[in-house]
């Protein structure tokens, strides 16, 4: 069984910068990938990227590219997501979950998330 | 806007059984039988309950099951409980970056 647990809420100011984490147990975190989702109030799922703890290797969303950078700390079995610049828009549950990927064509792909974090509200108001 | 279409609502009284579908592309749900589902409750985090198109991960409930037709991906849910009032997701490989708009399923 895999256990996902964040860090607590964040409130930040717009132009600010914010890193919530996601301290995975249970499992061999250095073979494991970690994607990163978040939700706005009210709204639906939507996926920022994924990291590889074995390779460091990263994917983003295109919509978040040069704002975002995930992480891993293997020797703490820790995930990161710093996100920055941040916009009254960014304000929503951000969600860590262990990601299973597939190699088709040579392209490694996540094609579902199997264990999920609680989520960190992050909050962004002036 | 999601690459993967999903009714805003459906709904379903206690016993029946309801079905959400998920429609793609060729390019996604038309070439890979990889879609997963996912079950959100209310303040909670997002739970998988299917994958691989028609998999179940251990502890989830048998009444729960899925297909695919062409571009198109349903959920099935048999016996209705009020337990199953919730928001419900799919996602493909070749839009795995991309979640569905998201059903939300009400227990009359």
């Known amino acids: 069984q895999v256990q996902l647990v964040q860090s607590g809420a964040e409130g930040k100011k717009p132009g600010a910068s914010v890193k919530v984490s996601c301290k995975a147990s249970?499992?061999?975190?250095?073979?494991?990938?970690i994607s990163w989702v978040r939700q706005a109030p009210g709204q639906g799922l939507e996926w920022m990227g994924w990291?590889?703890?074995?390779?460091?290797?990263?994917d983003y969303a295109q919509k978040f590219q040069g704002r975002v950078t995930m992480t891993t700390d293997t020797s703490t079995s820790t995930a990161y997501m710093e996100l920055r610049s941040l916009r009254s828009d960014d304000t929503a549950m951000y969600y860590c979950?262990?990601?299973?990927?597939?190699?088709?064509?040579?392209?490694?792909?996540?094609?579902?998330?199997?264990?999920w974090g609680q989520g960190t509200l992050v909050t962004v108001s002036s | 806007q999601s690459a993967l279409t999903q009714p805003a609502s459906v709904s379903g009284s206690p016993g029946q059984s309801i079905t959400i579908s998920c429609i793609g592309t060729?390019?996604?749900?038309?070439?890979?039988?990889?879609v997963s589902w996912y079950q959100q409750h209310p303040g909670n985090a997002p739970k998988l309950i299917i994958y691989?198109?028609?998999k179940r991960p251990s502890g989830v409930s048998n009444r729960f099951s899925a297909s695919k037709s062409g571009n198109t991906a349903s959920l099935t849910i048999s016996g209705l409980q009020a337990e199953d009032e919730a928001d419900y997701y799919c996602?493909?490989?070749?839009?795995?970056?991309?979640f569905g708009g998201g059903t939300k399923l009400t227990v009359l």
């Open positions: 990291i590889s703890a074995y390779s460091g290797h990263t």
């Open positions: 996602c493909s490989y070749g839009t795995a970056s991309v």
């Open positions: 979950a262990r990601v299973r990927v597939i190699t088709i064509s040579g392209v490694v792909t996540p094609y579902y998330f199997d264990y």
């Open positions: 691989e198109g028609t």
């Open positions: 060729s390019s996604d749900i038309g070439s890979y039988s990889l």
């Open positions: 249970g499992s061999t975190f250095r073979r494991s990938e």
